[in-house]
């Protein structure tokens, strides 16, 4: 049986889907088994949820980036808290530290990404990480968590291949999407060779990161048909082979059947 593939980062409520969200989501059904939309501000995160009623093969993961976090309340913290209590809402993230844009204040991103990752740890929620140019202070905090937090992606991963194996062997997952099929990718090339492919999750994190041959346009799930195979060349796997492992890994990653 030919399984889809299963997005595990998206942002449907983002406003570049306003004209057309449902027609673009319609679509998607002869290609993807299920999508992860993932919440970025706290407006995004209630646009998840709205997403995730309304399509059953859509699910929501509620958490609040660092380039958001700093107007965040304990009154938003504990709307994430209570929010993970639904039944379709199967992680906390997107969540972390953003050192590339850096508009929000260190000390403020790292405290809300700590107390994000305590309500996770609280609730046995998987995590989804963002991290960009915040290599060893992201890998410092989480590795406090490794004896609480037992799954975590690190989303979009940019890092070096050492990096990636040593979250790989805590027992996270490296989130891998369009950048793959870039010229410029010799780096993430690497870390897709040496990760095992049951610790890769496939990723859109669309509208943004369009793989090749559609870089530049506004992404969407169905894109994820040339990461794959691109993924597949650089592990000389069968293209349907990782389509159904990573899809395997993501519905044991997210607990979802
Ligand atoms: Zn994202």
New binding site residues.
Partial sequence: METGIFDT?A?YDDKQFDEDREQVIDGLKDIICNVVN?G?SLEGCKRSVELAKKHSFIYAAVGVHPSDCGEMTKEDLDWIENTLTLEKVVAVG?IGLDYYWDDVPRDIQKKWFVSQLEVAAKHNMPVII?SRDAAADTFEIIREYKERINKMVI?CFSYEKDMAKQYVDMGYYIGIGGVLTFKNARKLCEVARIVPIERILLET?CPYLAPEPNRGTRNNSSNLVYVAKKLAEIKEMDVQDVISITATNARQFYNVV
């Fill in positions: 980062h942002h993932v970025a997107e963002h989303h994190d």
